[in-house]
């Protein structure tokens, strides 16, 4: 199972963005995948998940409203849209998948990870 990132960029506060993550070696109805990301000095935190049947969760109350996960099965694709981005949500953003497991905002259950791409806000 292999994930890779992309969209990830420069932006000024109050713009958009909008993460892609294709999967290839299974498929999304299989797995389900989150994306998670890691701000420089801080810890990897959870961001949102869509489940393996299609369900999805943002995990943080101050994206909730601004950030949201969907996929297009045709192309194996997940994407998480961000708008009205701030400087604090500056990251390298990652997407992971979790093989028959459900959303999680744990990343314990997550096996395979992309790369990761940056995310840089402009104040």
């Known amino acids: 199972l292999q994930l890779v990132e992309s969209g990830g960029g420069l932006v000024q506060s109050g713009g958009s963005l909008r993460l892609s993550c294709r999967v290839s070696g299974s498929t999304l109805m299989a797995n389900a995948v989150g994306w998670f990301r890691q701000a420089p000095g801080k810890g990897r935190e959870g961001v949102s998940c869509i489940s393996s049947s299609g369900g999805s969760i943002n995990y943080i109350d101050s994206m909730k409203g601004r950030f949201t996960v969907s996929r297009d099965l045709a192309k194996d694709t997940v994407y998480l849209q961000m708008d009205g981005l701030q400087p604090e949500d500056s990251a390298v953003y990652y997407c992971?998948?979790?093989?028959?497991?459900?959303?999680?905002?744990?990343?314990?259950?997550?096996?395979?990870w992309g790369q990761g791409t940056q995310v840089t806000v402009s104040s």
């Open positions: 992971a998948a979790a093989p028959q497991f459900p959303c999680s905002r744990s990343s314990e259950h997550f096996s395979s």
